[in-house]
């Protein structure tokens, strides 16, 4: 995107009764966002890195679950009281 080429809705501020000094000040601020604007159009900011950062942890969580469920198994096959309810390991009653 190209936004050098484009009107600007801010443009018309210099019509309105407004003091020179806080127009310069709010050009100063667009000029001051301006690269961070560029960086979203272009993705430098790495959201495929984020992306590839929570697929990670995704696969890490399904890991855990999957290995915490093995052993809450293995536990109750030897008549542990321990079962696993709304995603949380708890201690149950027995005969359960």
């Known amino acids: 995107m190209d936004n050098n080429k484009q009107a600007l ?9 407004l003091n020179h000094n806080w127009y310069q000040k709010l050009a100063s601020n667009f000029e001051i966002i301006q690269p961070y604007l560029d960086k979203l159009d272009t993705d430098e900011l790495g959201v ?39 995603g949380k390991v708890v201690e149950t009653e027995e005969g359960e």
Not at 59 to 72: F, L, P, R, S
């Open 9 to 17: 809705a801010t443009d018309e501020l210099t019509t309105l009764p």
């Open 48 to 86: 495929g890195d984020l992306k590839k950062k929570f697929d990670d942890i995704s696969g890490k969580i399904n890991i855990y679950e999957t290995n915490m469920q093995a052993i809450v198994n293995i536990l109750s096959d030897y008549d542990v009281p321990i079962a696993i309810v709304d």
